[in-house]
């Protein structure tokens, strides 16, 4: 959808960046950017610095920048465009296969609430005027919507940052404590909590990586005190995502 919606915008000098966050890199990627066969630049983000410079803390998550390289909005929710028509060709297999757990996933994942309509409305806004758009924002404005960085979030992501490097070097033992921290610092970031998940023998499936938990019966062998269901049950589906603010 993104590609089909950079196509058609690409004229107006609109480029579309993705990046995939994934400590498990390429491989986990690949079929995936292969699948979309992109047009666009298309990366992959095994260390999540995107957490770190953008302050990306879910997916999707999109972030403006100028041609003069000035980020004109912060990281925010980024839904796909809703008007552009794709052939879906996914298949589950035969539903009385999927996994209870997986189907309950799947209903939370429903109810989850965004604005694709009006982000989409305020992007090709900004790609048809610039500067001169309603949706650009000063610099004080991105500054102010940013926030600030707490001593505590600060930590939370030292310990994320030792996470990827231990499990990309193969202690995968190691990773999961500094996870744990970086879970309880930065407990607004679900992009932090999904990867440490994703990296855990679970769920089977085609959407298995995206919303991994314990297996049924294995409950007690989960190194982590939350995971997608649970916590998205606690917060709230209709919480999952901030309410987008033109």
């Known amino acids: 959808m993104w590609q089909a919606f950079r196509n058609e915008m690409a004229p107006l000098g609109l480029e579309i960046v993705t990046v995939g966050l994934d400590t498990a890199g390429v491989e986990a990627c690949r079929p995936f950017i292969e699948s979309a066969a992109p047009e666009h630049p298309s990366l992959i983000d095994a260390h999540h610095r995107m957490a770190e410079l953008f302050g990306v803390v879910n997916i999707p998550n999109g972030v403006w920048i100028d041609e003069h390289g000035q980020i004109v909005r912060p990281a925010e929710p980024a839904p796909a465009p809703p008007s552009i028509e794709l052939e879906r060709n996914m298949n589950l297999g035969d539903m009385a296969e999927i996994p209870e757990r997986m189907m309950a996933i799947m209903g939370e994942a429903s109810k989850i609430q965004a604005n694709p309509q009006g982000y989409e409305?305020?992007?090709?806004?900004?790609?048809?005027?610039?500067a001169d758009s309603?949706?650009?924002?000063?610099?004080?404005?991105?500054?102010?919507r940013s926030g600030s960085r707490s001593s505590?979030?600060?930590l939370g992501h030292a310990h994320f940052e030792m996470a990827t490097h231990l499990e990309l070097t193969g202690d995968h033992d190691a990773a999961i404590r500094h996870f744990r921290s970086a879970h309880e610092l930065v407990p607004?970031?679900?992009?932090?909590?999904?990867q440490a998940w994703s990296l855990e023998p679970s769920l089977d499936g085609?959407?298995?990586r995206f919303w991994q938990g314990p297996a049924a019966g294995d409950e007690a062998a989960w190194p982590y005190a939350g995971d997608w269901l649970t916590d998205v049950r606690e917060m709230g589906a209709e919480n999952y995502y901030p309410t987008w603010t033109a």
């Open 121 to 130: 409305a305020a992007l090709r806004d900004w790609a048809a005027n610039g």
């Open 134 to 144: 309603e949706f650009a924002l000063t610099e004080h404005e991105v500054i102010e």
């Open 152 to 154: 505590a979030e600060a």
């Open 188 to 194: 607004s970031n679900f992009a932090y909590r999904r």
């Open 206 to 208: 085609p959407l298995a």
